[in-house]
């Protein structure tokens, strides 16, 4: 999406869903996948990101909803694209190399009033 702000990645990304998989299944198995990530964060059902959000934060947020009628699922995720980002990946690998804590140095919330 091409849209005017200062920075930021919002994607919307779609997917067929398998026949006979439900909502429900979809949330459990997204909210599953990244229940221990401290830089991923599911919303609650009917919540989506905004660019906003993520600003100043390492932290990339993930809205789901399923289209029933079309058989798809729906994700918008946003990121901060200077945190989130090249600067952002290099603290995060920095810190596993010298054995320090993954999270160390960087921000999981927002700073955008």
Same mark, same amino acid.
């Given at each position: 999406?091409?849209?005017?702000?200062?920075?930021?990645?919002?994607? $919307?990304?779609?997917a067929?869903?398998?026949?006979?998989?439900?909502?429900?299944?979809?949330?459990?198995a997204?909210?599953?996948?990244?229940a221990?990530?401290?830089?991923?964060?599911?919303?609650?059902?009917?919540?989506?990101?905004?660019t906003?959000?993520? $600003?100043g934060?390492? $932290?990339?947020?993930?809205?789901?909803?399923?289209?029933?009628?079309?058989?798809?699922?729906?994700?918008?995720?946003?990121?901060?694209?200077?945190?989130?980002? $090249?600067?952002?990946?290099?603290?995060q690998?920095?810190?596993?190399?010298?054995?320090?804590?993954?999270?160390?140095?960087?921000?999981v919330?927002?700073?955008?009033p």
């Open positions: 999406m091409l849209v005017p702000m200062s920075r930021g990645i919002l994607a $919307t990304s779609t067929r869903l398998a026949p006979g998989v439900s909502v429900a299944d979809v949330r459990e997204w909210e599953g996948a990244y221990g990530e401290r830089f991923v964060r599911v919303l609650p059902e009917g919540y989506f990101p905004r906003n959000d993520t $600003t934060a390492n $932290t990339a947020l993930m809205g789901i909803a399923v289209d029933e009628n079309a058989g798809r699922v729906v994700v918008v995720s946003a990121i901060d694209n200077l945190v989130k980002g $090249t600067a952002g990946a290099a603290i690998s920095a810190n596993l190399a010298l054995g320090l804590p993954e999270h160390a140095g960087l921000p919330n927002g700073v955008a």
